[in-house]
C-alpha cells in the first residue's frame, strides 16, 4: 500500500462520515480562527504603538529634571529647577551623536483672538524643535534664531486651535494673545492627531523659548531639553553622552544619584511592545485551548472509528497489509481532519481579522508567519492526537479482528 493510495482510503473515510468530520474539526477550526485573529490584533497593536510614538519623533531623546532629595524627602521631579540654559549650551556644543537639540518650556492657559477664546498649551523651543518632532508647517513658516535672540513676538499654531480661534479663515498675520501677552501667527503646523496617551498634539502653541521664558512663565530654568540622535542605532549612545555631559555640567558625584533623567523613544517603544506581545501571547494561550480541545476530538473519533472498522482492520490485514500500512492508514485520516479544518480555519480567521479592521476599528496586520505556524500546529495536532488510536489499530490481531461484532 503505497502513500497515494492511503491517501485515498483516509480521504473515502472522511467523505463518507462528513457530519462526524465537520464537527470532529470544529475545535481545529475555531482554534486556528482564533490564533490567526488574535495573532493579527496583536501585530497589529505593536505597530501602531510604534507609529505612534514614532509620529512623536522617531530619534527623540528628552532629558528632565530627576527627583531630588532633600532632609531625606525626595521631591517631586516636576517641582525640581535643574535644568537651565547652560545645560543646553553645553549639550549644543559637546554631544556629537545629536542631529537637533531644543530646550522646552510650556505653560497652558487660555488663547484669545477677537471673539473667540480657546484653552491650549504653549510650547517655548528652538527652531530646531519640529526637526526633532518630524513636525512640518502647513501654512505660513517657522520662527527663526533672530526671534530667538530678540523675544519675539510669534507663534506657530496647531490645527485645533486653528479651527477654535479662526473658524473658516486664514490666521497667517492675525494676532492672539496668551495670558494677555500679544503673539503674531506666522504659520500653522500639520496635523498630527493623538499621540499613544491620546492626548491632541493639535492643541498647541509654539513660540520662540526665550519670549515664553520671560514674557509668560518669568522663569530662568527649562522643564525639559529634547534632542534627535543622528539614527536609531546611535539612539542608545546618544542617551549616554548625554548623561555624561550632564553629570559633568551638574557636578555629580559618582555614587549620588543623578539630579536629572534622560530617556529615549526607543526605550518607550520597547516598553510598550514588550507589552503588547505579552498580551498577545497571552490571547493565543487562552485561543490555543481550543485546538487541545479539537485535538481531544480528533483522537476521540478516531479511537470511535477504529472500533468501527475492526473487520476492515482484519480484512486488509489478512491479505497482506503491515501494522505500519494500517497505522499510516489512521494516522494520514487524523491529518487531513486537521488540515482540513486548520484550512478552514485560516479562512475564517482571516474573515474574523477583516470584521475586527472594519467594524471595530482595531489596527490589524496579518503576517505569513501566522498562517504558517497554525498550519504546522494543524499538522502537529493531527500527528499527536492520532497516533494513539492509529497505532492501536495496527496492534490488533487480523483474527480477532475478523471475528469482531
Same mark, same amino acid.
Given at each position: 500500500?503505497?502513500?497515494?493510495?492511503?491517501?485515498?482510503?483516509?480521504?473515502?473515510?472522511?467523505?463518507?462520515?462528513?457530519?462526524?468530520?465537520?464537527?470532529?474539526?470544529?475545535?481545529?477550526?475555531?482554534?486556528?480562527?482564533?490564533?490567526?485573529?488574535?495573532?493579527?490584533? +496583536?501585530? &497589529?497593536?505593536?505597530?501602531?504603538?510604534?507609529?505612534?510614538? @514614532?509620529?512623536?519623533?522617531?530619534?527623540?531623546?528628552?532629558?528632565?529634571?530627576?527627583?531630588?532629595m532633600m532632609g531625606g524627602v525626595r521631591s517631586d521631579p516636576s517641582?525640581?529647577?535643574?535644568?537651565?540654559?547652560?545645560?543646553?549650551?553645553?549639550?549644543?556644543?559637546?554631544?556629537?551623536?545629536?542631529?537637533?537639540?531644543? $530646550?522646552?518650556?510650556?505653560?497652558?492657559?487660555?488663547?484669545?483672538?477677537?471673539?473667540?477664546?480657546? $484653552?491650549?498649551?504653549?510650547?517655548?523651543?528652538?527652531?530646531?524643535?519640529?526637526? !526633532?518632532?518630524?513636525?512640518?508647517?502647513?501654512?505660513?513658516?517657522?520662527?527663526?534664531?533672530?526671534? %530667538?535672540?530678540?523675544?519675539?513676538?510669534?507663534?506657530?499654531?496647531?490645527?485645533?486651535?486653528?479651527?477654535?480661534?479662526?473658524?473658516?479663515?486664514?490666521? /497667517? +498675520?492675525?494676532?492672539?494673545?496668551?495670558?494677555?501677552? =500679544?503673539?503674531?501667527? /506666522?504659520?500653522?503646523?500639520?496635523?498630527?492627531?493623538?499621540?499613544?496617551?491620546?492626548?491632541?498634539?493639535?492643541?498647541?502653541? %509654539?513660540? $520662540?523659548?526665550?519670549?515664553?521664558?520671560?514674557?509668560?512663565?518669568?522663569?530662568?530654568?527649562?522643564?525639559?531639553?529634547?534632542?534627535?540622535?543622528?539614527?536609531?542605532?546611535?539612539?542608545?549612545?546618544?542617551?549616554?553622552? %548625554?548623561?555624561?555631559?550632564?553629570?559633568?555640567?551638574?557636578?555629580?558625584? =559618582?555614587?549620588?544619584?543623578?539630579?536629572?533623567?534622560v530617556s529615549s523613544q526607543q526605550e518607550l517603544i520597547s516598553t510598550?511592545?514588550?507589552?503588547?506581545?505579552?498580551?498577545?501571547?497571552?490571547?493565543?494561550?487562552?485561543?490555543?485551548?481550543?485546538?487541545?480541545?479539537?485535538?481531544?476530538?480528533? #483522537?476521540?473519533?478516531?479511537?470511535?472509528?477504529?472500533?468501527?472498522?475492526?473487520?476492515?482492520?482484519?480484512?486488509? #490485514?489478512?491479505?497482506?497489509?503491515?501494522?505500519?500500512?494500517?497505522?499510516?492508514?489512521?494516522?494520514?485520516?487524523?491529518?487531513?481532519? @486537521?488540515?482540513? +479544518? +486548520?484550512?478552514?480555519?485560516?479562512?475564517?480567521?482571516?474573515?474574523?481579522?477583516?470584521?475586527?479592521?472594519?467594524?471595530?476599528?482595531?489596527?490589524?496586520?496579518?503576517?505569513?508567519?501566522?498562517? !504558517?505556524?497554525?498550519?504546522?500546529?494543524?499538522?502537529?495536532? &493531527?500527528?499527536?492526537?492520532?497516533?494513539?488510536?492509529?497505532?492501536?489499530?495496527?496492534?490488533?490481531?487480523? !483474527?480477532?479482528?475478523?471475528?469482531?461484532?
Amino acid at each position: 500500500m503505497n502513500f497515494l493510495n492511503l491517501l485515498k482510503i483516509a480521504w473515502k473515510a472522511i467523505l463518507l462520515n462528513k457530519t462526524r468530520a465537520m464537527l470532529t474539526m470544529l475545535g481545529i477550526i475555531i482554534g486556528v480562527a482564533s490564533v490567526i485573529a488574535m495573532l493579527a490584533i +496583536g501585530e &497589529g497593536s505593536k505597530e501602531s504603538i510604534k507609529k505612534n510614538i @514614532s509620529s512623536m519623533g522617531a530619534n527623540l531623546i528628552t532629558v528632565r529634571p530627576g527627583a531630588g532629595m532633600m532632609g531625606g524627602v525626595r521631591s517631586d521631579p516636576s517641582a525640581m529647577q535643574t535644568l537651565t540654559l547652560a545645560d543646553y549650551n553645553a549639550l549644543k556644543k559637546q554631544v556629537k551623536l545629536i542631529k537637533n537639540i531644543s $530646550p522646552l518650556v510650556n505653560g497652558s492657559g487660555q488663547s484669545i483672538a477677537g471673539s473667540n477664546n480657546w $484653552p491650549t498649551s504653549i510650547y517655548g523651543v528652538s527652531p530646531e524643535y519640529l526637526k !526633532i518632532r518630524d513636525w512640518g508647517v502647513e501654512e505660513g513658516s517657522m520662527f527663526t534664531e533672530d526671534d %530667538i535672540e530678540t523675544y519675539g513676538k510669534v507663534a506657530i499654531i496647531g490645527k485645533t486651535v486653528q479651527e477654535n480661534l479662526f473658524p473658516n479663515e486664514n490666521p /497667517i +498675520g492675525k494676532m492672539i494673545r496668551f495670558k494677555n501677552i =500679544p503673539f503674531k501667527v /506666522i504659520g500653522v503646523l500639520k496635523e498630527k492627531g493623538e499621540n499613544t496617551f491620546g492626548q491632541d498634539q493639535d492643541d498647541i502653541i %509654539i513660540a $520662540p523659548y526665550t519670549a515664553v521664558q520671560k514674557r509668560i512663565l518669568a522663569q530662568t530654568y527649562l522643564q525639559s531639553i529634547v534632542a534627535s540622535s543622528l539614527n536609531e542605532e546611535n539612539s542608545e549612545a546618544a542617551v549616554n553622552e %548625554i548623561k555624561a555631559v550632564m553629570e559633568n555640567q551638574h557636578k555629580i558625584k =559618582p555614587e549620588a544619584d543623578n539630579d536629572f533623567n534622560v530617556s529615549s523613544q526607543q526605550e518607550l517603544i520597547s516598553t510598550f511592545s514588550s507589552t503588547s506581545e505579552m498580551l498577545t501571547v497571552l490571547l493565543v494561550a487562552i485561543a490555543s485551548i481550543s485546538l487541545v480541545v479539537g485535538g481531544i476530538g480528533i #483522537m476521540n473519533i478516531m479511537y470511535v472509528s477504529v472500533k468501527e472498522r475492526t473487520k476492515e482492520i482484519g480484512l486488509r #490485514m489478512a491479505i497482506g497489509a503491515k501494522g505500519n500500512d494500517i497505522l499510516m492508514q489512521f494516522l494520514i485520516e487524523s491529518v487531513l481532519i @486537521s488540515i482540513t +479544518g +486548520g484550512i478552514l480555519g485560516v479562512m475564517i480567521g482571516l474573515v474574523a481579522t477583516f470584521c475586527v479592521k472594519q467594524f471595530a476599528g482595531w489596527p490589524v496586520s496579518i503576517t505569513m508567519s501566522s498562517i !504558517i505556524i497554525s498550519f504546522a500546529v494543524c499538522t502537529i495536532t &493531527g500527528v499527536f492526537f492520532g497516533w494513539y488510536p492509529a497505532r492501536k489499530a495496527a496492534q490488533a490481531d487480523p !483474527i480477532n479482528a475478523l471475528r469482531y461484532e
